[in-house]
């Protein structure tokens, strides 16, 4: 069993900064890649950035420039450091981690921004 544990949601005001973290734990062989999805109420969860195990990236157009994955292999975490935040950033982020071939899923954490 594979256990994803995020951290770092919360209110912000336009313009601002948060970071998130995800730390997996369990029963966790060789990984392939993490990463971010979002869900913003009444749309479909999209994928906002993941990193494989090997340090390559792809990001949403909607967050390049703005956002930063980056990963701890050694610990096993995930983080996304997100920067110029917009209303529209607004929405649940679930942290996904793959290892080929299933898939797993944090519980989410909320990303409000907000003047």
């Known amino acids: 069993q594979v256990q994803l544990v995020e951290s770092g949601g919360g209110l912000v005001e336009p313009g601002g900064s948060l970071r998130l973290s995800c730390a997996a734990s369990g029963n966790i062989g060789s990984i392939y890649l993490m990463g971010w999805y979002r869900q913003a109420p009444g749309k479909q969860r999209e994928l906002v950035a993941v990193?494989?195990?090997?340090?390559?990236?792809n990001y949403a157009d909607s967050v390049k420039g703005r956002f930063t994955i980056s990963r701890d292999n050694a610990k096993n975490t995930v983080s996304l450091q997100l920067n110029s935040l917009k209303p529209e950033d607004t929405a649940v982020y679930y942290c996904?981690?793959?290892?080929?071939?299933?898939?797993?899923w944090g519980q989410g954490t909320q990303v409000t921004v907000s003047s």
């Open positions: 990193i494989t195990s090997g340090g390559s990236t």
């Open positions: 996904q981690l793959v290892i080929i071939p299933y898939t797993y």
